[in-house]
């Protein structure tokens, strides 16, 4: 009898638990388009309710999932005794869900607001600031942000560094010990190899300006699609998009856009396609039997970047895939290419050049963007940089690294809007992003020796399903490290993506 | 003191109504973009988690629309004592408010779940039924949608006749006696007219051919982005795409957007856009003070589609508009015109012929089609006709009104979505907006003489800016009836309808 009444009780709180993840799930799928929409279709002047919409939907989020009755649902499911009742799929779920709670609930609703204010005005004041290239319009705004994330990582406390308290929102369990160790071999190495390649006579006679020509955006546009299909991004289920940032999300489990720029340079928007394309698998291939709980979701963002990194790069700068795509791309830009062959325009796919936007830099050098951010945010989150020392700092830094100075503030610190948009300790996981995906991709020609074969044929499907398998289907129910140790038999291994870059430029650079 | 008291909880109550008010607005537009997104945006496999966000949205406005605090502040400000401490403003805010809460409270949660899972059932039996031109797989739903709004009738309970409660939800204060009487007249001189008009030799030659020729795609945008642009409908705050069905949707105070439909012939498609725009201005130009509130809208749907019938029929099938647009039309599909003239073309666009699709009927017998619906829906409501006798019905009515008889039951009574939906008592709406718009058009040329001139030259701004004073700008302070009273001098008015009708085909057809 008491048995049951247990057992009752036990099915009550996890209908709730499962009701509220839904709920969740689903307003934050509305948020999701409503901000798709406003990038995408809004008419200009429909910006303020749009604003009014993503408030309500956000606090309506934060009620529910920090509501007494959730934590009363979880913390009855928690206790020992009830807990080993659990399925292994409840247990897991429990066990996210408890975690992400506990964290919402450390940032008071307040709090919340102050940020949403502080960061809508550092918007604003940033876009001004980069349009006029001038720092000390954004300045007062990001010390503001800054003391907010200084506050915030008070309210997270997790031990050590004030910086791992940001960090694990965007890369669950990862620490400044572990970054400042990474990243120093990441710096040297990479360092290493550009002085290398810049040594080479390939490097010495590189041009171009071949990708100044105008590529028509018809034609752009059908490769573009073609490469999307390629990718088995099907239009029952997916959609591509035109924004100024290009961006993948996720309206429903069945659902996910992408979005890409048209700038000019052909292989722009083909990596966006590609990139965001690997965003947008990920999402449609996280396990079913998760729908609409929080372990329906990647374990990091250095774990999803890691599939947008290992598309764009691994995948769509290969010699197999332009095998395959390049007859295709002949034929549509007859004129441009006309005194061009496979081999000099693969080499222009991965040109290596220090440049001083991040978003626009070579598979080479886009790390150390990171690395240089990295080593940034880390100071003036522990005050040891007053942020308006920032540019000084950034020119230095960049100096240093690429032997590139910025001209201004625009191609400089200004250039990234996540810290206007109160983010700091997101970039880290672009860099863990491309190390993940270099481990990924060493693994699967380990595996499946004849995936080159394939992409070359057009044919992506094992690549898929082995990303699927491999990556995608765990959902949040393994680390990032765990799955990257359980694919490939190892954690976080920086030495294999400076082999597998090695690797690729001595080819390329013949060095 | 005690006065004082009185007024900080006059203040508080307010605050609560008008916090309320725009957070139901503001859920209510969420919900118009995710219908918009269904219709234009979304990828067919998104559907299942669409309706989980319309279920999630329509749950949580009739929470905050029917809450006890919503009660009390409304029965606190409604009070005597207090309710003339209020300004006008508030007045009628609350005045409205409280009827709008009284007649959703009337209907509980359970059964508005009921009847949205009922439409959900019907409205996929109807597309099948249609499909398959088959009224007897749609006939036990729509029994079901009868009961449900038999049922509703009761729980609103109006007085009269039991479709006054339903009529009431589209057309407030409409009523069955005033509808017979209206609907009767206008019926009677309908077909005295189109009987008049059949007789006529230029009815007896017409031909229409023409308008199966090819006109592209491209041109028709062209034309219909103009015409767009001549209504005052900026891209700042609207957009036009494309949708199976036309319609208006309100995503935002500044942000309206419409859908236009292409099926070859131009008409349709130039139809669409003045109709939906139409729609779109009365949204665009309803009172700015009472944002998010519920009297930022039209008072009823019979008003609301006044504006649409308005520049659809008055303006866009008129003579001074086709004199503006016929040269670019001509210029456009120079082929497909090579033989007509502007004469020709009028006469084209004013064709009378009795046709099975209400939404392809002509100026004239539009009505004759509303006329037939709401008899129908009169009786299945009272039970005098019972619901397996729908087809036979509509088929005897038809021919003895329009000399036609459907063919089958996909372009007889399973045309319209309306009753798959669950709506009855919509469909006079329809009918009442044409009376409305011709009443006002007489209105406006008494005021304006100079209107036909000024949209000879493609100015419509001095008829927006009249339809703006003398109905839109009013929003729901003013009843139907009381609009239409205010800027014409008296209410609604068969008789206006049929002379202009009488002067608009006398000289059409020469009679």
């Known amino acids: 009898m008491e048995e049951q009444k247990t057992d009752s009780r036990l099915e009550k709180e996890l209908d709730n638990i499962y009701k509220t993840q839904k709920e969740v799930t689903v307003i934050g799928q509305i948020a999701s388009l409503v901000d798709w929409d406003q990038k995408v279709s809004m008419p200009p002047e429909g910006i303020g309710d ?4 993503l408030a309500l939907l956000g606090g309506l989020a934060h009620e529910k999932f920090t509501s007494k009755e959730l934590k009363e649902s979880i913390g009855y499911l928690s206790l020992p005794e009830n807990f080993e009742k ?12 408890s975690k992400d709670v506990e964290k919402t609930t450390k940032l008071p609703l307040e709090f919340v607001e102050e940020s949403s204010r502080a960061t809508a005005q550092a918007h604003n004041a940033w876009e001004k600031a980069k349009k006029e290239s001038n720092f000390s319009i954004f300045m007062p705004h990001l010390e503001e942000v800054v003391r907010l994330n200084q506050e915030q990582a008070k309210l997270i406390a997790l031990p050590g560094h004030p910086y791992n308290s940001l960090l694990d929102g965007y890369e669950e369990g990862m620490t400044v010990d572990n970054l400042d160790k990474t990243f120093s071999f990441l710096g040297t190495e990479l360092t290493r190899l550009l002085k290398t390649i810049q040594s080479t006579n390939v490097y010495k006679n590189q041009n171009e300006d071949l990708l100044k020509k105008r590529f028509s955006l018809k034609g752009q546009e059908k490769i573009n699609k073609l490469v999307k299909e390629l990718m088995l991004l099907s239009d ?28 000019g340079n052909p292989l722009d928007s083909l990596g966006s396609v590609i990139h965001e394309g690997g965003h947008a698998l990920y999402d449609l291939l996280l396990p079913e039997e998760f729908e609409n709980t929080v372990v329906r979701n990647a374990p990091s963002l250095g774990m999803h970047e890691s599939q947008s990194r290992f598309w764009e790069n691994m995948i769509g700068k290969s010699e197999s895939f332009w095998k ?3 007859p295709v791309y002949k034929q549509t830009f007859k004129n441009q290419l006309k005194d061009t062959n496979l081999e000099d325009w693969l080499r222009l796919v991965n040109i290596v050049k220090p440049s001083f936007i991040r978003i626009e830099a070579d598979e080479l050098t886009y790390c150390m963007h990171v690395i240089l951010r990295y080593e940034i945010e880390k100071c003036i989150i522990e005050g040891s940089i007053p942020v308006k020392d920032v540019p000084k700092v950034w020119g230095d830094k960049m100096q240093k690294m690429l032997g590139i100075t910025p001209r201004n503030d625009a191609e400089g ?8 948009g109160g983010s700091i300790g997101y970039f880290p996981t672009y860099a863990l992003g491309s190390i993940y995906a270099a481990q990924l991709y060493n693994q699967l020609l380990k595996e499946i020796p004849t995936i080159p074969q394939q992409i070359e044929q057009g044919l992506f499907h094992e690549t898929v399903c082995w990303l699927e398998e491999k990556v995608h289907r765990h959902g949040r ?4 490290e765990e799955t990257i140790k359980k694919a490939c038999g190892e954690g976080l291994n920086p030495e294999a ?8 430029y001595s080819k390329i650079y013949k060095f």
């Not at 749009?50 to 919409?53: D, G, L, N, V, Y």
């Not at 610190?413 to 206007?420: A, E, I, K």
């Open 50 to 53: 749009c604003s009014e919409k």
């Open 86 to 97: 659990l399925s292994d799929k409840d247990k897991i779920v429990v066990k996210r869900l």
């Open 236 to 263: 029952d289920r997916t959609r591509m998009d035109v924004s100024t940032h290009p961006f993948t999300t996720t309206i429903g489990n069945k659902d996910v856009r992408i979005t890409v720029r048209y700038i």
């Open 324 to 326: 395959h795509l390049y």
């Open 413 to 420: 610190c200004l250039q990234d809007t996540h810290w206007s």
């Open 477 to 480: 129910t393994l680390t990032a």
């Open 497 to 504: 993506y400076i082999k597998y870059m090695e690797e690729k």
